[in-house]
């Protein structure tokens, strides 16, 4: 249950930053801004195919101490994103509004 209210603050977090950050879209675009130190906070669906796509997101971003969270479907992660189609991972570059969720996000990481 806890990973599922994490999911949902991360998806919350991505339509704050949609609005008043920015945001990278697509597996490409997310490992970029990771290897750049960019990133604020990665989310990534769980209902990838095949998932070697988006496997090396968690290990990148323990690697560089960012945030990588996993929610249940690409469909929730495109809409959060404001897109008309699926995403697959969501880079969050600028928080915006969503500073303060990204910042417990975060903090949760640390504690685990």
């Known amino acids: 249950m806890a990973d599922e209210s994490l999911g949902n603050r991360a998806l919350e977090a991505v339509e704050l930053a949609r609005t008043t950050g ?19 906070l990665v989310v990534v669906a769980k209902d990838v195919s095949p998932p070697e796509i988006t496997m090396h997101l968690p290990l990148l971003g323990k690697e560089k101490g960012i945030p990588v969270v996993e929610v249940p479907s690409k469909e929730e992660l495109g809409a959060a994103a404001g897109l008309g189609v699926p995403a697959v991972s969501i880079a969050v570059v600028q928080e915006g509004e969503a500073k303060n969720i990204i910042k417990e996000i975060a903090e949760e990481f640390k504690s685990k």
Do not use: P, Q
């Not at 920015?22 to 604020?40: D, F």
């Open 22 to 40: 920015k945001l990278k879209k697509g597996t490409n675009e997310v490992t970029k801004a990771i290897e750049r130190g960019v990133a604020k």
